[in-house]
């Protein structure tokens, strides 16, 4: 086993869970992970560990290893970085190449080509794309890394809303607003726009979460 396989591993079942092929409270089958994969068990309990400490995954004592399930703290923390993360994209996006720009305006057309399809869990993804391309206008590696795990992670708060569309919908429009912000050089409008967004978005999953535990 080499640690290259097990992360590669590991990203491969991080991009499980930001699909929602994982969804919270999901089993990792050794057995069966390996031989879809193709690995040791060594090298999945390697790609487990690496999927912990990112708090995708949590070992239950004599269980096995499961999805983690979101609670409204680790929500609220996951918007506290993403924000920061994001709004630094944003304000950098004069300097941006082309290409991580038209990143974004993909993101948005997907995303609402996914909607005239009706399919939610597509609108989702690119939802998360969005949020990924905005935070790349930065242009760095580390932050596009540390996006990949925040979004990965913040998957599983989304399986929380009882109505993908309900929640996904009402932010299309905004998605595209921000988009258009950033055409035109408003920089200033789009970071605001987004923060009130973002402190919306947070706000609806936290007072969901609370709702199903009374």
């Known amino acids: 086993m080499t640690r290259s396989t097990a992360q590669r591993v590991a990203a491969v079942l991080r991009e499980r869970v930001e699909r929602g092929d994982l969804p919270p409270g999901s089993q990792l089958s050794e057995e069966a992970l390996g031989l879809d994969l ?26 096995g290893v499961f999805v983690r399930v979101l609670g409204p703290d680790d929500v609220i923390d996951i918007y506290r970085v993403r924000g920061a993360l994001e709004s630094a994209g944003v304000r950098a996006a004069a300097l941006a190449p082309p290409a991580l720009r038209e990143a974004v305006t993909t993101a948005v057309t997907e995303a609402e080509w996914a909607a005239d399809d009706g399919d939610w869990p597509a609108v989702a993804t690119a939802d998360l794309a969005f949020h990924r391309a905005l935070a790349g206008l930065s242009a760095s590696p580390r932050v596009d890394a540390a996006m990949d795990r925040l979004l990965a992670e913040l998957r599983l708060a989304f399986h929380t809303m009882p109505s993908p569309r309900r929640f996904h919908e009402p932010f299309l429009v905004r998605n595209r607003a921000i988009e258009q912000l950033l055409a035109k050089g408003e920089y200033a409008r ?20 609370r709702e199903e535990r009374r």
Not at 44 to 57: D, K, M
Not at 190 to 209: H, N, S
């Open 190 to 209: 789009a970071e605001t726009e987004l923060t009130t967004y973002l402190d919306d978005a947070r706000q609806l999953i936290v007072d969901t979460m």
């Open 38 to 63: 193709g690995v040791s068990r060594n090298t999945l309990r390697e790609a487990f560990r690496l999927l912990a400490h990112e708090s995708l995954v949590e070992h239950r004592l004599n269980r």
